[in-house]
């Protein structure tokens, strides 16, 4: 379980990453948070390296 300052973190993030397309488009949004998460459980917690992973899955996601 993350604790609250990573969390908050994590959502700030996903929202900097997301910010240029559709509150619509969940499955692209479910995509990238999915892959956050992953990195934060793995250690990963600096901002940067966070809304790295973030854009990469973002070109990664699978479009429908």
Do not use: W, Y
Not at 25 to 33: F, L, M, N, P, S
Not at 51 to 62: D, L, R, T, W
């Amino acid at each position: 379980m993350l604790d609250a300052t990573t969390t908050a973190l994590l959502r700030a993030v996903l929202e900097e990453v997301c910010k240029n397309f559709s509150p619509c488009e969940t499955g692209i949004r479910a995509h990238v948070a999915s892959k956050i998460l992953e990195a934060a459980s793995r250690g990963e917690t600096t901002r940067d390296a966070l809304e790295q992973i973030g854009h990469e899955a973002f070109s990664k996601a699978p479009t429908m």
